[in-house]
Structure formats: C-alpha cells, structure tokens
C-alpha cells in the first residue's frame, strides 16, 4: 500500500502521524497539532492505493475551529511526480511547514 511507506518515512522524519478511517475504509494519516490537524492522503482521500496506482499525496492544515473541513491551508498537493519522489516531496513539504507553523 502506497499509505504504508509515507507514514514510515514520516515517522523517520520525527512526524508522529496516526492513520485514521474517516468513513468506510478511506483511511487518512493525520498528524494532530494543539490548534488543529494536518490530514494527508491521496488526492482520492486515501492511503490505500497499490503503489503502481498511486494518484499523488495532498496534505492540509485544518484549524480546529473549521469543524466542517471547509477552509484548509494547502501545504503539500502533488505536481505529478513518480511515487518516490512524491514520498520524498510530501514529506519535505510537511517537515518544512511544520518548523514555521505558529499556534495564532
């Protein structure tokens, strides 16, 4: 599963994420902050895909007060790279967002 691998490396990256199942099987990993949640998945909103048929990651940061999901901040949406990179892509671009990510 293409999930599998991202949420090793994030977790080698020091990025504690957890998977989550959002609703009948659509699993997500979220990573929770005090003000809200980074949520990373495929662009299909979800992590379960082969490798081979992996569409691209997304990850958002969504405040805890937007509790219908409705206004993310975009930190990471795929430009089209190969599985690997994307992998490598994600993660740069969540570590990178995490050291600026401010509490306000």
């Known amino acids: 599963m293409a999930g599998q691998a991202l949420y090793q490396t994030l977790h080698a990256n020091a990025i504690p994420v957890e998977l989550l199942d959002t609703a009948g ?3 997500v990993l979220v990573l929770y902050l005090d003000t809200g949640e ?3 998945s495929d662009i299909n909103s979800h992590t379960t895909n082969p490798i081979a048929d992996h569409p691209g990651w997304i990850a958002n940061f969504y ?3 937007d ?3 409705a206004d993310p901040f975009p930190i990471y949406e795929s ?3 190969p599985y690997a990179a ?3 892509a994600c993660v740069r ?3 990178d967002w995490l050291t600026t990510y ?3």
Do not use: F, M, N, Q
């Open 79 to 81: 430009p089209g790279l």
């Open 63 to 65: 405040r805890e007060s």
């Open 102 to 104: 401010t509490k306000d």
């Open 25 to 27: 099987g659509y699993w």
């Open 93 to 95: 671009a969540v570590s």
């Open 86 to 88: 994307d992998t490598e």
């Open 38 to 40: 980074v949520r990373i």
């Open 67 to 69: 509790k219908e999901r």
